[in-house]
């Protein structure tokens, strides 16, 4: 049985930007490299224990303490640089795949190949988004390989921080998926590849930027609460890993205050009356055990986005060719 191919206006976008699909292969080929032998060094260098003391030289790996050290550093630089994989899936769509064929002209000719305006649209949106997905999918993987009992595990790591949270679960490829939608319309909207693919890239940046900021208001929080002292007054007793939305301390009467405004006594011009005494803190939080109900809640929103940008793809061109 004979493997299935690509046909019609599929190889044709495959065909004609095949140089791009190749680079963009050689760049994730080279990231899954990078990352295995990282992997690999961390384990055969282990780190020293007696490494970076007075006395002993400290840069025993490549310049760095060690190669988990450069393994540390570069899983929060990858963490932050797969946040650019959806803008920049989105200006190649917008730009290249799309408003350029319409700047030139060249849909015309696939229109009179006994392919229609709708089956056209429809090849470059689903030969887009496999491959935008799958590109995902992979760096996705090479990150988890390479930040196993890292990543949650350091500080700068957490799983709640902006590009872990993204890249170690769906959300990334959903917005890989909105960035192919937005690209297609934005692209048949404006006309003009480069225009195309700066407002592409704006938008999809600005989508990112904004849902990342609401999304911990999504669920509510949880909330954890004890006595405090002018001594002590640093939330305890709540669960290890958990992200903090807002902490402080309260009055006897429940009031909620910044720990800086009313201790070690009240500020002058500060929300924090001069009589309030402290007697308990606060703090609410997410749990880890949110990051999949996040998770999935964003990812929905995000794939209803792009089902409505693909929806308003295939308006504009109805229009267009009516």
Not at 11 to 38: E, K
Not at 107 to 123: E, F, G, I, N, Y
């Amino acid at each position: 049985m004979s493997l299935p191919t690509l046909r019609g206006p599929r190889w044709v976008d495959v065909r004609v930007h095949r140089t791009a699909l190749l680079t963009a292969g050689a760049v994730i080929a080279l990231a899954v490299a990078y990352t295995a032998w990282l992997r690999w060094a961390a384990s055969a260098y282990p780190e020293s224990a007696d490494n970076c003391v007075v006395g002993k030289p400290c840069d025993s790996f490549l310049g760095f303490a060690s190669a988990r050290d450069l393994l540390h550093i570069s899983l929060e630089q990858g963490t932050l640089g797969l946040l650019l994989v959806p803008l920049l899936i989105g200006a190649f769509v917008a730009g290249p795949l799309v408003a350029r064929e319409l700047e030139s002209g060249v849909h015309k000719l696939s229109w009179t190949q006994s392919v229609s305006p709708a089956r056209w649209l429809a090849a470059k949106l689903t030969t887009a988004a496999a491959f935008a997905a799958g590109g995902t999918l992979v760096l996705m993987a090479a990150l988890r390989l390479g930040g196993t009992g890292m990543i949650d595990g350091r500080w700068n790591l957490h799983w709640a921080d902006r590009g872990v949270y993204e890249a170690t679960g769906p959300v990334l490829v959903a917005y890989s998926l909105l960035a192919v939608a937005l690209g297609t319309l934005i692209g048949l909207a404006v006309r003009r590849t480069l225009l195309a693919m700066a407002a592409a890239g704006a938008v999809t940046g600005l989508l990112l930027w904004n849902l990342g900021n609401v999304r911990w208001h999504l669920l509510p929080v949880d909330t954890a609460t004890g006595p405090a002292t002018e001594e002590n007054s640093f939330p305890t007793r709540f669960p290890y890993g958990s992200f903090s939305m807002d902490q402080g301390v309260t009055n006897a009467a429940g009031v909620r205050f910044q720990e800086y405004e009313c201790l070690p006594k009240p500020q002058t011009g500060a929300a924090c009356p001069t009589d309030t005494t402290i007697t308990g803190w606060y703090m609410d939080y997410h749990p880890r055990s949110h990051f999949w109900y996040t998770q999935l809640l964003e990812t929905g929103i995000v794939l209803a986005l792009a089902a409505a940008a693909t929806y308003g793809a295939f308006r504009l061109l109805r229009r267009r060719t009516a």
